[in-house]
């Protein structure tokens, strides 16, 4: 059984029975006697190939022995440690601490206290509870979800607005950026455009608590950090850099925030004063297409690029850093790629997509990321795919194949993104938050454990 192309010939033939080696010629009819004369001890049989291979792929003893044993062929011990590490990462995954018991339950009423220009196309929205309770705490990094009524449109539509600003303050700050309506035709924002165009202090929005897992714990000051933030991306940053500096003591800090130009740099003044005060923040801006004007470039920065893994290594003393990561889905992309390329652990590389941006998603490498072999079915679009990036939600899987789910918060716990499942099995990469009902999946977070057939 050590050769290669004796499994693959037995699982394509798929016939069970005796296979011997000939160790002299002679002639066996129906009738004779087997006799075991004696047995390996580590011996493998060719069925448990095939099962491993094909029925239970989640038997991760049954793996870890197929992997370890001398007579199964190397190309398939291969196979199997590769799957297996895969079924470990996910693992891992699904082991990513719970996100914490939300403050409240559901959407609560918040009163817009102060509404702030930031920008011409960005305003800060400060907001309080209505009866002057004090708000409960949160983890720099979280976000809240959004539940708004806009005239014209059906029904409530939900979006989520990361907090800005770290959680030692009496208000909640979100800083959002309208979408505009542009030359290619993309339509105007519906919710971020009703932030600009139609709240104003005084007024009454419902949101759900703080909540999210992207999230730095500014007691760890022993763990140096390097935040980026490109473009709207710096939101979650900015409250992680506050609660880090507010926090004290020291704590080596990168920041990298990366914006077209001048127009897009947000709380400059702020930024730099942190910079200023702390020697062991070091800031960096790039713009990547900065304005000139009379002969000199408009605004202060630091470099003329985007910000890039290239950059990072230039700059930083070594990689051992945690990374945190928010901006446009090609800054995510090629960032989380360079970082692993330079040898950071994946479990040291945290990010957020603000929309349709999944890191992974982008990064198909077929060697690297083998099938992960569970056909999903997405009955009502009549398209079935291969999920085929193991550690890439359903609803990332939706979105590659052309199909759209709606989506709030995408981390599990506002509850937009739920999806009926029509048969199979889902399991989550953590704990979702949003509650969900009998046979239905929360696709920001589910990735299929078996062939999955979902009403989308
Ligand atoms: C966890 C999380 C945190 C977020 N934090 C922030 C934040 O702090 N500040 C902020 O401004 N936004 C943030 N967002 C994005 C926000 O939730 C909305 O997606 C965004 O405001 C667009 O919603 P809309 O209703 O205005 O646009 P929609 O009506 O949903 O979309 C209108 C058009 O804009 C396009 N579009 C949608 N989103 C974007 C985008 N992000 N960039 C470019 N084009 C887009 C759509 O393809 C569509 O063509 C966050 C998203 C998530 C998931
Ligand atoms: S998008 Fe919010 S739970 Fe999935």
Known sequence: ?????FVAEFLERGLLGFYLAVAKEGEIGPGDEIVTLSRDPNSFEVTEIARLYA??????????RAAALDVVPESWRGYFREHLSRLERRHQRRLLPAPPAPAWEGFRPLVIREKVRESEDVASFYLVLGDGEPLPPYRPGQFLTFRVSVPGHEGP???????????????????????AQDITGQKPGLVSSFFHDRLEPGDVIEAKAPAGVFT???????RPVVLVGA?????????????????????????????????????????????ERHPYVHLHVCYSRPIRKNGTTVGRFHHTRHVDVELLKQLLPGSYYDYYLCGPAQMMHSLYDGLLKWSVPEHRIHFEAFGPAAVKSAAPDPVAQPDCGIEVSFARSNTTVMWSRCDSPLLELAEDSGISIPFG????????????????????????????????????????????????
């Open 157 to 179: 539509a939900i979006r989520s607005y990361s907090l800005s600003d770290s959680p030692e303050h009496d208000a909640y700050r979100v800083t959002i950026k309208r979408i």
């Open 231 to 275: 473009g709207i991306g710096i939101t979650p940053i900015l409250s992680m850099l506050n609660a880090i500096v507010e926090r004290g003591p020291e704590r080596e800090t990168w920041v990298f925030y990366g914006v077209r130009n001048h127009h897009d740099h947000l709380m400059q003044e702020h930024l730099e004063q942190i910079a």
């Open 409 to 456: 918060c995408r981390a599990g716990s506002c509850g937009t993104c739920v999806t009926r499942i029509v048969s199979g099995e889902v399991s989550y990469l953590h704990e979702p938050g949003a509650p969900l009902g009998e046979g239905e999946a929360l696709t920001c977070v589910a990735v299929p454990a078996n062939p999955l057939v979902l009403d989308a």
């Open 1 to 5: 059984m050590g050769r290669d192309e």
């Open 216 to 222: 730095v714990d500014p007691r760890e000051n022993y």
């Open 55 to 64: 029925r239970d792929r989640d038997d991760v003893e049954g793996l870890r």
